[in-house]
């Protein structure tokens, strides 16, 4: 059927998606650094980024290209601004670059560079302003440096997951928590693993169901995380107890760290409702509401960043990870 038309006898950019991070730390005496790259074959200096593969999530792209092209671990915290810019044209159309960019917490890591990049260089931020090559690139320096001023760039994250999609219940004559996943889940639980890796939840709670405890398992064996099975977080526990999910998001809350939360779709407006209170800006209460009462996609991942504990966890950003149509 082709691209619908912009205007009147022009065809739509083709968008060229790609991701990236601004990797930052504490230099000895608390100042903050963020990491620049060097490629040689443009001979310019800019953020760690590069293009989705087919198929491939934004932040699994940021975390992954960070990865290759610094040898750095990193943790996504806040969503910073996106980039777009046009690129030479394509067959006489135009071509446009999407760059959707994060800040993130290094958690180790000092492999070897891909071939693209011959140089990282850890700077402070008026020093990295001065020696990044693009004036676009400086928007993102700009709300790291808002973000560190406001205390809002040391963040948390906190994933709410519905699993991914199972056998249908009328196809399955066991009980429905040993119900597991379809051939479709499956592979989409594999393709978890490094969407959940690149927030590096270190606590993992689940449904005992089958179809829950299989969308997370392959992150926990990968990546060494235990996954605690939590009867509240269960359709049948919480028919019983229906109190019992809201105490375990609140647990999450109380310990501030970075965590996963798998659960079903009758559970979440006892999960995504109370989050919905700890915002500041309508955005996200409004993303948050209405997750609840609509329900998420299966297999989608809700990341949530987060700063502060207990009755001060704000949610800073709302980023909906959705598996592919």
Request: glycine share 10%.
């Amino acid at each position: 059927m082709g691209n619908a038309p912009g205007r009147a006898g022009t065809a739509r950019p083709r968008i060229v998606r790609a991701a990236g991070v601004i990797p930052w730390r504490r230099a000895g005496d608390g100042r903050l650094e963020v990491a620049l790259v060097h490629r040689p074959g443009y001979d310019d200096w800019s953020w760690p980024k590069g293009k989705l593969e087919p198929g491939e999530d934004w932040a699994t792209a940021a975390a992954r290209e960070t990865l290759e092209e610094t040898g750095l671990r990193v943790r996504l915290g806040p969503p910073l601004p996106t980039a777009e810019y046009p690129l030479p044209k394509g067959n006489g159309r135009a071509v446009v670059k999407q760059v959707r960019y994060w800040a993130g917490t290094v958690l180790g890591g000092a492999g070897e560079l891909e071939h693209e990049i011959d140089e990282v260089r850890w700077l402070p931020l008026a020093e990295a302003r001065d020696l990044l090559s693009y004036p676009r690139d400086r928007e993102q320096l700009a709300a790291v440096a808002g973000a560190e001023l406001t205390l809002r760039l040391e963040t948390w994250p906190l994933l709410i997951v519905r699993h991914a999609h199972a056998v249908g219940r009328g196809s399955w004559s066991g009980s429905d928590p040993d119900r597991p996943l379809s051939k479709v889940g499956a592979r989409r639980a594999t393709r978890l693993v490094p969407l959940l890796r690149a927030y590096a939840p270190t606590r993992v709670l689940t449904s005992p169901s089958v179809r829950c405890a299989d969308t997370v398992a392959p992150y926990g064996r990968d990546d060494g995380v235990k996954v605690a099975d939590k009867a509240g977080l269960s359709e049948e526990g919480y028919a019983e107890k229906p109190a019992r999910a809201l105490r375990h998001l609140q647990r999450l809350l109380e310990r501030g760290e970075a965590a996963a939360l798998c659960s079903h779709r009758p559970l979440l407006p006892e999960l995504l409702e109370p989050l919905s209170r700890h915002t500041v800006r309508r955005l996200e209460a409004d993303t948050l509401t209405r997750l609840a009462e609509v329900g998420m996609d299966k297999g989608e991942v809700l990341a949530c960043t987060m700063i502060g504990t207990g009755r001060d966890a704000t949610v800073l950003a709302v980023t909906r990870h959705r598996p592919p149509a």
